[in-house]
């Protein structure tokens, strides 16, 4: 089987022409990656007439035109005559090809924006947004003060504590971070909205702007929660039931905030529907974090380490990245899983109403307790194991999928199913 492009795999026929040289400085800008000489678009090899000056160019080529110069290795396939270059990621960034900066969009390169160069500008300065210093410099911190004072114990907010806090030096005055979590902030702040059955009905809509992004949080997880949850009387006793996990629902928010992109001007957009809560943060995953790392908790790579910092000084965060860990460990009761949807801009926390597999209908019920003793199973093992109908057997797979209790792997002959 052959190859396939994808974001970090290209193919090239031969290197006559310069095109392939947007893809280095792409790489360099980002995660790195592998173009292939002597291949097709559909990966099949032809190889190359004279493989050692195809590498003697591409090598005069990169030092010539990519400023600054990437690391990167050549290596010839002897049998293949497939010549692979292996672009380094670089430190020294921004990696420009003819005075332009370039990314990886799936498998096309493309020159990026004014906001994403000076990301680029920033990371190879090793500096994070947050920190440059601010326009502002009268900033007021009554918010920020209080909640320090609550539980820190301090009796006031003073600059040596400012200074602590990585919000203020006295070369460079306040920073961004300072700015953001002072009463002056001025971003793009929290939209809420309670939406009905349809995406064209809102039933309440809230925004929250113009005040500290502790106080966004702090009053956006209390309206949030009061929607998710409600009394009952048990045994003579009221006994609080939440539908969507208070725990969950603080470390979704809490890492939406703490791990936007600040420099992209949009809220924080967070939908409640009747089954489900949607958080969407501006920003996709920070440089050097895989989808799989991200999921799985394995690395934290903090986008804003001073807001990180003050968010966990606040207890409002764990210091380890362990957000993601923490909503699913909610959720180990229940059938119906939080979802992820991970965008180059955005990233999605999918919240869902709490159940156990009683609420299932009985066919449904039968399917997933199948799955549940089961690693993976194809339709046809479903079939053959229940003696149901093929129709019987995607409708009941399909509405499994639809609740989040299941999941389908695969495709083709090769599919299968296995509950989340």
Known sequence: MNKQENNKLEFKQDATSSSYLKTVSAYANYDGGIIEFGRMDDGSIIGLDNPKQTCLSIENQINDTIQPVPHFELMINATTKVVTLHVKAGESKPYLYRNKAYKRVDTSTVAVDRVEFQRLILEGMNKNYEELPAAIQELHFTYLEQRLIEKLSIKSLNLDILKTLELYTDKNGFNHAAVLLSDDNRSPGIDIARMGDTIDIFHERRILKDISILEQYDQALEFIHTQYRYEQVVGGQRERVETIPLKAIREALANAVVHRVWDINAPIRVLLYKDRLEITSPGGLPVGLSE?????????????????????????????????????????????????????????????????????????????????????????????????????????????????????????????????
Do not use: C, W
Request: hydrophobic content about 40%; aromatic content about 8%.
């Open 292 to 420: 799989l790392e991200y999921l799985q908790g394995q690395i934290t790579l903090l986008r804003n380490p001073i807001i990180a910092g003050v968010f966990f000084k606040l207890d409002i965060i764990e210091q380890f990245g362990t957000g993601i860990l923490r909503i699913m460990q909610a959720y180990k009761d229940s059938f119906v899983k939080p979802g992820f949807r991970i965008y180059p801009n955005t990233i999605t926390v999918v919240l869902p109403i709490l159940r156990d597999s009683s609420s299932l209908e009985f066919d449904e019920r039968e399917v997933y307790d199948l799955l549940t003793e089961n690693i993976e199973l194809s339709r046809s093992d479903i079939e053959h194991q229940l003696g149901i109908s093929k129709a019987k057997a995607i409708r009941l797979l399909n509405e499994l999928i639809e609740k989040n209790a299941i999941e389908r792997v695969g495709s083709g002959r090769g599919t299968v199913y296995r509950t989340l």
